[in-house]
Nanobody, 123 residues
């Protein structure tokens, strides 16, 4: 499956933004989808993951209660709604997918990656 992330931009601290991950070329409903982020000089950090059917989700402690991951299998899309954004959320955000009925936070498991979309949160 090929992924394309979009929706990044510049937002003030406390604001909201919604990222989207559009999938093509595969049966999207077979894939668990995750969002990771990477800031300059840092490793890739897990943000959120959703199972193939949307029945299971997991979030990093740093975004829990602020971010919500969702998916629409009919539209082959997964979204990340981000609320109460903080400057430390500034990063390039990547969506990733793996054909699995399980969810995982480990980036090395994912074999399809989008190109990344930049979020900048100003203080």
């Amino acid at each position: 499956v090929q992924l394309q992330a979009s929706g990044g931009g510049l937002v003030q601290s406390g604001g909201s933004l919604r990222l989207s991950c559009a999938a093509t070329g595969g049966t999207f409903s077979r894939y668990a989808v995750a969002w990771f982020r990477q800031d300059l000089g840092k490793g890739r950090e897990f943000v959120a993951v959703i199972s193939w059917d949307g029945g299971a989700t997991s979030y990093s402690d740093s975004v829990k209660a602020r971010f919500t991951i969702s998916r629409d299998n009919a539209a082959s899309r997964a979204d990340l709604q981000m609320n109460n954004l903080k400057p430390e959320d500034t990063a390039v955000y990547y969506c990733a997918a793996v054909e699995s009925t399980h969810i995982t936070t480990a980036p090395h498991v994912y074999d399809s990656w989008g190109q990344g979309t930049l979020l900048t949160v100003s203080s």
